[in-house]
């Protein structure tokens, strides 16, 4: 019922910066659903990145992250961001963008009830 689209990964060099966006459609309008960043490297499991309550009052980011990715949203545009800093080879992986239904954070993807096709983020040396 809820359509998510991510854009703007892309190939960058370590240190580089990323803006990951993603677009909601659909479902109950848009500041109903706690939102969430996701990310799956190459032969390992989907991992949390970050997440946003409903009304942006509150966040949460993997502990490794923390400090060099921030997560946001605007409930006009019915658009989540992610900015990525200071970006490094292992954060190398395809981010998806998933919609809760509900408007409390999670960290678990199974919690999470759309998802987005994901878009490719690749950081090389």
């Known amino acids: 019922q809820v359509q998510l689209v991510e854009s703007g990964g892309g190939l960058v060099q370590a240190g580089d910066s990323l803006r990951l966006s993603c677009a909601a459609s659909?479902?109950?309008?848009?500041?109903?659903?706690?939102m969430g960043w996701f990310r799956q490297a190459p032969g390992k499991e989907r991992e949390f990145v970050a997440a946003?309550?409903?009304?942006?009052?509150?966040?949460a980011y993997a502990d490794s992250l923390k400090g060099r990715f921030t997560i946001s949203r605007d409930n006009v545009k019915n658009t989540l961001l992610l900015q990525m800093n200071s970006l490094k080879p292992e954060d190398t992986a395809v981010y998806y963008c998933?919609?809760?239904?509900?408007?409390?954070?999670?960290?678990?993807?199974?919690?999470?009830?759309?998802w987005g096709q994901g878009t490719q983020v690749t950081v090389s040396s």
């Open positions: 659909g479902g109950r309008a848009f500041s109903n659903y706690a």
């Open positions: 946003i309550t409903a009304n942006a009052y509150s966040t």
């Open positions: 998933a919609a809760r239904g509900r408007v409390s954070i999670s960290r678990v993807g199974i919690d999470y009830n759309y």
